[in-house]
T-cell receptor, first 114, second 113 residues
Framework: AQKITQTQPGMFVQEKEAVTLDCTYDTSDPSYGLFWYKQPSSGEMIFLIYQGSYDQQNATEGRYSLNFQKARKSANLVISASQLGDSAMYFCAMSPHNTDKLIFGTGTRLQVFP | DTGVSQDPRHKITKRGQNVTFRCDPISEHNRLYWYRQTLGQGPEFLTYFQNEAQLEKSRLLSDRFSAERPKGSFSTLEIQRTEQGDSAMYLC???????????FGPGTRLTVT
């Protein structure tokens, strides 16, 4: 079965520090996409970063980078230089090959403190 | 680029009533998706459209649920004979093509009393 697992219900990080949010996935498809979304308390899902299964390099987008380890089926999100505005729920998601739907994990609540 | 919009943002209804939600995708996006999110969970896929064609429906979408995208632009999601278990956030998203990132609207929070 295709599944996303996020084992950290909550994480704390001090402002300006880096934090890693864990994500593992399960699929037998050779081709898939991996996504991270941020959901602030307002409720809107905000796209952060994408990694394709055949991409050789880890994706980066500003302060966000995706630590993609294909053999371990992990796609951890690294946020560098945390800011108070980073406090939110973070969801890892997978798009299996040639399907449009996203399969989401249960999310990790990140709290950034001064 | 105005983003994905949804209306209403909140809806409170009594059990047994019908409700309809609207989603307006980003204008050049031909793919439109509906998800449902309950408290403490990630969004769950309900259905999606490519232009006006509904291409996939989840088993979560019971016979009481129907979605349309009549002219390949906005979409509506109707729930008939609502039940308390339908209480959730209903999220709409759109994208340019398969496999690309999906952009989400602010959601419609439904409460069934």
């Amino acid at each position: 079965a295709q599944k996303i697992t996020q084992t950290q219900p909550g994480m704390f990080v001090q402002e300006k520090e880096a934090v890693t949010l864990d994500c593992t996935y399960d699929t037998s498809d050779p081709s898939y996409g991996l996504f991270w979304y941020k959901q602030p308390s307002s409720g809107e899902m905000i796209f952060l970063i994408y990694q394709g299964s055949y991409d050789q390099q880890n994706a980066t987008e500003g302060r966000y980078s995706l630590n993609f380890q294909k053999a371990r089926k992990s796609a951890n999100l690294v946020i560098s230089a945390s800011q108070l505005g980073d406090s939110a729920m973070y969801f890892c998601a997978m798009s299996p090959h040639n399907t449009d739907k996203l399969i989401f994990g249960t999310g990790t609540r990140l709290q950034v403190f001064p | 680029d105005t983003g994905v919009s949804q209306d209403p943002r909140h809806k409170i209804t009594k059990r047994g009533q019908n409700v309809t939600f609207r989603c307006d995708p980003i204008s050049e996006h031909n793919r439109l998706y509906w998800y449902r999110q309950t408290l403490g969970q990630g969004p769950e896929f309900l259905t999606y459209f490519q232009n006006e064609a509904q291409l996939e429906k989840s088993r979560l979408l019971s016979d009481r649920f129907s979605a349309e995208r009549p002219k390949g632009s906005f979409s509506t999601l109707e729930i008939q004979r609502t039940e308390q278990g339908d209480s959730a956030m209903y999220l709409c998203a759109s994208s340019l093509a398969v496999g690309l990132e999906q952009y989400f609207g602010p959601g419609t929070r439904l409460t069934v009393t």
